[in-house]
Nanobody, 118 residues
Framework: QVQLVESGGGLVEPGGSLKLSCVAS????????MGWYRQAPGKQRELLAR???????NYGDDAKGRFTLSRDNAKNTVYLQMNNLKSDDTAVYYC????????????WGQGTQVTISS
């Protein structure tokens, strides 16, 4: 199965942008649909964006209009472009790999910290 490593987190001022990357290794990237989630202190992990088997992308309410998921199969990488960031976006961001046509639990990366502050 794949292993996932996120990168690109950091400290950004409100209104700024950030692009997260998640590189998959050790498996067949095309066998997975990918997603991005986040977890803020004291809160549950929430969906930001997830690919669907039909090719569409499902965005969480907080991500709609501001975040964009994309993938580059040649690089085994999925990205999350985040624009117009707010202090409420401060959280640990995780990517997840869901095996296509399967109900097995997703594979998670270790997470990358995103902090929005002036």
């Amino acid at each position: 199965q794949v292993q996932l490593v996120e990168s690109g987190g950091g400290l950004v001022e409100p209104g700024g942008s950030l692009k997260l990357s998640c590189v998959a290794s050790g498996g067949s990237f095309s066998m997975y649909v990918m997603g991005w989630y986040r977890q803020a202190p004291g809160k549950q992990r929430e969906l930001l964006a997830r690919e669907l088997s039909g090719g569409k992308i499902n965005y969480g309410d907080d991500a709609k209009g501001r975040f964009t998921l994309s993938r580059d199969n040649a690089k085994n990488t999925v990205y999350l472009q985040m624009n117009n960031l707010k202090s409420d976006d401060t959280a640990v961001y995780y990517c997840a790999a869901f095996e296509r046509w399967s109900t097995v639990p997703p594979i998670w990366g270790q997470g990358t910290q995103v902090t929005i502050s002036s």
